[in-house]
Nanobody, 124 residues
């Protein structure tokens, strides 16, 4: 069973940057696609980005394209989310998770081993 721990969140001014990390333990994640999701207050958890096991394929939702970059270091069993040009609407708890299906999906139901999340707050 994979155990995921997110870190790197915090309070930042609009226009600033943060780098989130998702450290995995228990087993290697190099064979698995990984995803980042976020949940804003009063809203459903939503998909943000995903990356293939090799790191060669990535996808971001339109709202973060050009600002967020997902990457991974399989030697460190860690996935990252670099967030630049942050906006107040990016305020949320950010979660990472392991894809449990073969093929592309943005559905929470197709991801598992959720971490506890890390809070990102962007002040305007």
């Amino acid at each position: 069973q994979v155990h995921l721990v997110e870190s790197g969140g915090g309070l930042v001014q609009a226009g600033g940057s943060l780098r989130l990390s998702c450290a995995a333990s228990g087993r290697t994640i190099s064979n698995y696609d990984m995803g980042w999701f976020r949940q804003a207050p009063g809203k459903e958890r939503e998909f943000v980005a995903r990356i293939s096991g090799s790191g060669g394929s990535t996808y971001n939702v339109d709202s973060v394209k050009g600002r967020f970059t997902i990457s991974r270091d399989n030697a460190k069993n860690t996935v990252y989310l670099q967030m630049n040009s942050l906006k107040s609407e990016d305020t949320a708890v950010y979660y990472c998770a392991v894809s449990r299906v073969i093929g592309y999906s943005e559905s929470q139901a197709d991801f598992g081993s959720w971490g506890q999340g890390t809070q990102v707050t962007v002040s305007s």
